[in-house]
């Protein structure tokens, strides 16, 4: 079966400090990718979304960047923390019947 | 440019009774996919229904079901015998054939009042 994972589920980071979280999907080849952030009570805002490995396309500019080393793996870095990268993450994929699947979420606190 | 609204931020039901969520979106595609997705306290984002705009019979899952009036382009989403575990924010979402991306709604926070 197709699944969707990411990880950490919750971290607490400070400013400044840099940040990775990881998405695998499993059950399928070469799915699209997409990281979206939901501030708190607010809608879903996509930050990146891939077609394929080394291919990543941006939607706002910000203080994040992603990553696809492999092609079921999607990772969200920043350098850098800011307090405004405080939210939640959201790995998603769509298949082949067009329909998007979410991952657990992970809940970045910059202090 | 492709959009979702969603024009009630909050909506409130007791528990038993139905519920219509208003969705409107706009796109000059005529082949697309319409979806209602739910977001418990828990944040976990779960497909509740998904119609597709060439099929003119309204999906049904279990207590929801949709109104898809493709000419008016509106997607309200009707949640019969309206349980607790219904509270939840409720996303409208379209993407067009072969299309990349998903197009969000702002949400619809919905209260199901014991």
């Not at chain 2, 997705?37 to 779960?46: G, L």
């Not at chain 2, 099929?55 to 000419?71: C, D, G, L, P």
Request: hydrophobic share 35%; aromatic share 12%.
């Amino acid at each position: 079966s197709q699944t969707i994972h990411q990880w950490p589920a919750t971290l607490v980071q400070p400013v400044g400090s840099p940040l990775s979280l990881e998405c695998t999907v499993e059950g399928t080849s070469n799915p699209n990718l997409y990281w979206y952030r939901q501030a708190a009570g607010r809608g879903l805002q996509l930050l990146f979304y891939s077609v394929g490995i080394g291919q990543i396309s941006s939607e706002v500019p910000q203080n994040l960047s992603a990553s696809r080393p492999q092609d079921r793996q999607f990772i969200l870095s920043s350098k850098k923390l800011l307090l405004s990268d405080s939210g939640f993450y959201l790995c998603a994929w769509i298949t082949s019947g067009n329909t998007i699947y979410f991952g657990e979420g992970s809940w970045l606190t910059v202090v | 440019a492709q959009t979702v609204t969603q024009s009630q931020p909050e909506m409130s039901v007791q528990e038993a009774e139905t519920v219509t969520l208003s969705c409107t979106y706009d796109t000059s595609e005529s082949n697309y996919y319409l979806f209602w997705y739910k977001q418990p306290p828990s944040r976990q984002m779960i497909l509740v229904i998904r119609q597709e705009a060439y099929k003119q019979q309204n999906a049904t899952e279990n207590r929801f079901s949709v109104n898809f009036q493709k000419a008016a382009k509106s997607f309200s989403l009707k949640i019969s015998d309206s349980q607790l575990g219904d509270t939840a924010m409720y996303f409208c979402a379209f993407i067009v054939n072969y299309g990349q991306n998903f197009v969000f709604g702002p949400g619809t926070r919905l209260s199901v009042l014991p």
